[in-house]
C-alpha cells in the first residue's frame, strides 16, 4: 500500500482542530478513525495491479542522436478502472541527461476490459543495445488516498547504431567515382587499369592510349578509355584495443574511425567493390564477410553498434593473421588504429611485411588537434612545457608515419571531422593508379 499527498494532508487538517481544542487520544480517534476507513475503502476499490497485461511494438534501431518510439500497450482485464501513473524505466543513457522523468512516467485512465496504448521516446547518448527495464504501475482509488503498487517485465530491446555523420561526403566522392569511371562529361580520358572503351582522340589525351589498330581501320584517330577496376576486395580492420578507447575532443578514437569505415564501406560497394569488416583487438570482436552489395552497409552499421573498446594491448601477430584469413587473395587492407609510436613500432611493424607482401595496406589513425595548438603555444612557463611535450608527440607520430610508408604502407593521418573524408580520397587515388 502507498499512501498519498492528499492523505497527509487531509491527517493534518483534522489534527490541527483537535490539537487545538481537544487534545486527547479521544480527539485524534474521532478524525482519523474515518480517515483510516476511507483508505481501506480506498485501497480495495483500486484496480488490481498484478492483473494487468503489457505488450511492447515500435523501433528497435534508432541511429545516436535520432529519437526512437516504443509504444507500450496496457490492458486492464479486472472490472475495476485503472487510474495510474506508469513508469517505464530504461537505462540512463536512453535520454538525454535530465528529460527521464518526464520521459518515462505516463498518467494512465484505463476503464474496466479496455487498453490503452503509452508511447516512450527515447533519445540515446550512447551506441549499443538499450534493454527496457521493469515497469511500475501505481494503481489509486476512487478518492485518491491509497494506491496499489507493482512491477511488471516487458521485455523490448533498441540497438542504437552509428550516427554516420560523414554521409555528407558521400556525393561529392561519389561524382568523383564517376569521374574515374569515365561516365561523366570530362576533357580527359577515364582513369584506371581495365579496357573500357574506344574513342576519338582530343587534343589532351595522352599519347599512349592511342588504339594504333583501331585507327588504321578507320579514318579517325582512336583511343582506348579504361575504367577503375571492379570486384576488388577490400578489408577494413578496426583495431578495438587500449588506443581506440582514448577521446579526441568529444569523440572517442573509435567513433571517428567507425564513421571512416562506414563512408568507405558506402564507396567502395557503390565502385563495385566488395568490402568486409574485422574488428580486432586479442581476439575477433565484430565480423562481417561475404555480403552482397545490397545490405554489406546495414550488416556493418549493425556489426559496429555494440563495438566498444577494450582496455588491452592489441596482440598484432593476432590481427595479422586474422587479417590474412578473411583476405586470401590480394586486397586492399584498411587498418583503421592509432600512430602512437610504442604500439606500431613494438608491435605492427614486425609483422607489417606478412601484410604488404600480398596486400595493399592502408593506415588511418586519428590525429588530436589539440596537440598542434599545445606545440604552437607560448606564453607561461606551463606552456612552453607543455609545447615541447607536443613537439615530441607530433615528431614521434611523423617519424612513426615515414617508417611505414618506407614499408609500402598508404598513411592517412587526419583528425576526426576529416578522417572520414581522407580515407575517401586515399580509396580513390589508389583505385585511379591500379593499385587495388
Request: aromatic content about 4%; proline content about 6%; charged content about 25%.
Amino acid at each position: 500500500m502507498a499512501l498519498t499527498g492528499r492523505t497527509a494532508l487531509l491527517a493534518a487538517l483534522g489534527s490541527l482542530p483537535v490539537g487545538m481544542l481537544a487534545p486527547s487520544w479521544t480527539g485524534l480517534l474521532a478524525v482519523n478513525a474515518p480517515l483510516l476507513l476511507a483508505i481501506l475503502c480506498d485501497y480495495a476499490l483500486a484496480a488490481p495491479v498484478r492483473q494487468l497485461q503489457f505488450t511492447r511494438s515500435g523501433d528497435t534501431t534508432v541511429r545516436l542522436g535520432d529519437r526512437a518510439d516504443v509504444l507500450l500497450t496496457v490492458v486492464n482485464p479486472s472490472r475495476r478502472r485503472l487510474r495510474a501513473h506508469l513508469r517505464d524505466a530504461w537505462p540512463p543513457s536512453s535520454w538525454f541527461p535530465g528529460t527521464d522523468q518526464a520521459a518515462s512516467r505516463h498518467a494512465l485512465d484505463v476503464p474496466p476490459g479496455e487498453r490503452r496504448r503509452v508511447t516512450t521516446s527515447l533519445r540515446p547518448t550512447r551506441r549499443g543495445d538499450r534493454r527496457a527495464e521493469q515497469i511500475t504501475v501505481r494503481s489509486y482509488g476512487p478518492l485518491g488516498l491509497a494506491a496499489r503498487q507493482g512491477s511488471h517485465h516487458a521485455p523490448w530491446n533498441v540497438r542504437v547504431l552509428p550516427p554516420f555523420t560523414s554521409r555528407k561526403h558521400l556525393p561529392s566522392r561519389l561524382a568523383r567515382l564517376r569521374e574515374l569511371d569515365g561516365r561523366t562529361s570530362v576533357l580527359t580520358r577515364g582513369e584506371g587499369t581495365e579496357f573500357d572503351s574506344l574513342r576519338a582522340y582530343v587534343p589532351g589525351d595522352d599519347t599512349r592510349s592511342i588504339d594504333w589498330r583501331a585507327t588504321a581501320r578507320q579514318s579517325a584517330v582512336a583511343v582506348r578509355t579504361w575504367r577503375p577496376e571492379r570486384d576488388r576486395h577490400i578489408l577494413i580492420v578496426l583495431d578495438t584495443g587500449r588506443t581506440s578507447a582514448g577521446r579526441v575532443g568529444d569523440v572517442p578514437r573509435l567513433d571517428a574511425s567507425m564513421d571512416a569505415a562506414l563512408l568507405l564501406t558506402a564507396l567502395a560497394t557503390r565502385a563495385g567493390d566488395r568490402v568486409d569488416l574485422l574488428a580486432y583487438d586479442r581476439r575477433v570482436r565484430a565480423q562481417v564477410r561475404g555480403r552482397g552489395a545490397g545490405d554489406v552497409l546495414s550488416a556493418t552499421v549493425d556489426a559496429l553498434a555494440p563495438l566498444e573498446p577494450e582496455l588491452v594491448e592489441t596482440d598484432a601477430r593476432g590481427l595479422s593473421a586474422a587479417a590474412l584469413t578473411h583476405a586470401p587473395r590480394r586486397s586492399l587492407i584498411v587498418l583503421l588504429t592509432s600512430l602512437e609510436a610504442a604500439p606500431v613500432e613494438e608491435g605492427l611493424l614486425p609483422v607489417l611485411p606478412r601484410l604488404t607482401q600480398r596486400h595493399t595496406v592502408l593506415l588511418a589513425a586519428v590525429r588530436d588537434p589539440h596537440i598542434e595548438e599545445m606545440a604552437a603555444a607560448r606564453g607561461t612557463v606551463d606552456a612552453i612545457y607543455e609545447a615541447a611535450a607536443a613537439a615530441q608527440a607530433q615528431a614521434g607520430r611523423r617519424r612513426t608515419a615515414d617508417q611505414l610508408r618506407r614499408h609500402g604502407v598508404v598513411v592517412v593521418d587526419a583528425t576526426p571531422d576529416s578522417l572520414a573524408p581522407s580515407l575517401a580520397d586515399a580509396y580513390l587515388a589508389l583505385k585511379a593508379a591500379g593499385r587495388l
